[in-house]
């Protein structure tokens, strides 16, 4: 079984945030400005991405990214609402090819392409020995 047969190209979602404090340049760094950071559009690229595929995937697995290529255009302050856009462009065999997009209104702030593969996530954590916490009383 291809657990890519039911991904086509065409399928989108996207993921709304406001843009908060912890989310800014400044928060990790020290005296950087107050603004929305990259790592963080990235991560609500991939998160939209996620999503555009996932209801699609048979039961236990899920999509990890693999790669991104981003501009960051644009800076965005806190308060501001970001949409991130991913919009499914390639199926190949193992892995799926977004183009993304990041808005603040009707300002672009980000674009570019990202690739997420498809994994059997109790595979995927033998393959490389990944343990769950477990859950202790204190």
Known sequence: MNP?????AGMTADKLVAVTPEMT?????????????????ILH????????VQPFLPAGHVSVGMM???????ATPVGRTVRAIAR???VEAKSVLFEIE???GDRKIGDGTHRRGVV???EFERRF??????AEMA
């Open 4 to 8: 890519l047969e039911k991904v086509t």
């Open 25 to 41: 340049v400044g928060h990790v760094i020290p005296g950087m400005p107050a603004v929305y950071g990259t790592p963080m559009m």
């Open 45 to 52: 690229m991939e998160m939209a991405a996620g999503s555009a």
């Open 68 to 74: 991104v290529n981003i501009r960051h255009l644009a």
């Open 88 to 90: 499914v462009i390639a």
């Open 102 to 104: 990041a808005w603040d």
């Open 120 to 122: 059997d996530v109790a």
């Open 129 to 134: 020995d990944v343990t769950r916490p477990t």
